[in-house]
């Protein structure tokens, strides 16, 4: 027995001793000649579960307010302006909460396809993937149109175009490509 209790002694001090100490590993610089024959893939694989203004936002003023006070506007807003001298339009009363699982980002060359197009365009596009389902409660906002991007804005007019509301799911396939414009 003392013969087994001496080879259990040296295993067990350097498995003991494996877990207590780090490895050290050294990192060495690569060229950048090295680094050009490296190839991998890229991209990004997001899920998530995003909540907006679901009681309302933290403004309260004359035109925000809490979700459960119906004299006011409630949730986020969102202006863009298509033209430097046009009006703006707007996503409004912005709220709800949405879940998401599998949606990627990358990087894809277009160099044809399209109707002889990509052999034009000839360039890297952004590309989504778009996740198989994607689950909604209690989503609304209304998209409309404004002469200012905030209602506090002095003149401020806006009409409301439709308003849209979302519970359940919806299932998405394929890719969104989304191709750059003008010069950088």
């Known amino acids: 027995m003392k013969t087994a209790i001496s080879i259990f002694k040296p295993v067990a001090v350097m498995c003991l001793s494996a877990l207590v100490w780090p ?6 610089q690569i060229s950048d000649d090295a680094m050009s024959d490296v190839s991998g893939q890229g991209g990004i694989y997001l899920s998530g579960d995003v909540s907006i203004n679901e009681l309302g936002g933290p403004i309260e003023n004359s035109y925000f ?3 459960d006070d119906v004299t006011k ?7 863009y302006r298509l033209k430097d001298t046009g009006g703006w339009m707007v996503l ?18 277009i160099d044809s396809g399209f109707a002889g197009d ?4 000839n360039g890297d596009v952004l590309e989504l993937g778009l996740p198989n389902t994607v689950r909604f409660d209690d989503v ?11 209602p506090t804005d ?4 806006q009409t409301d175009i439709f308003s849209v509301e979302m519970q359940g799911s919806v299932i998405m396939e394929g890719n969104l490509l989304v191709f750059p414009a003008g010069n950088p």
């Not at 409004?92 to 060359?109: C, H, I, Y």
């Not at 609304?140 to 905030?150: D, E, G, H, L, V």
């Open 65 to 67: 307010g809490r979700c």
């Open 73 to 79: 506007k409630c949730g986020a807003r969102l202006a």
């Open 154 to 157: 002095p003149g401020f007019q």
């Open 23 to 28: 490895v050290a590993a050294e990192m060495t």
């Open 92 to 109: 409004d009363e912005l709220r709800g909460s949405f879940a998401f699982e599998g949606l990627t980002l990358g990087m894809r060359t």
């Open 118 to 121: 990509g052999e034009l365009f």
């Open 140 to 150: 609304r906002f209304k998209i409309a149109a404004s002469n200012t991007p905030r």
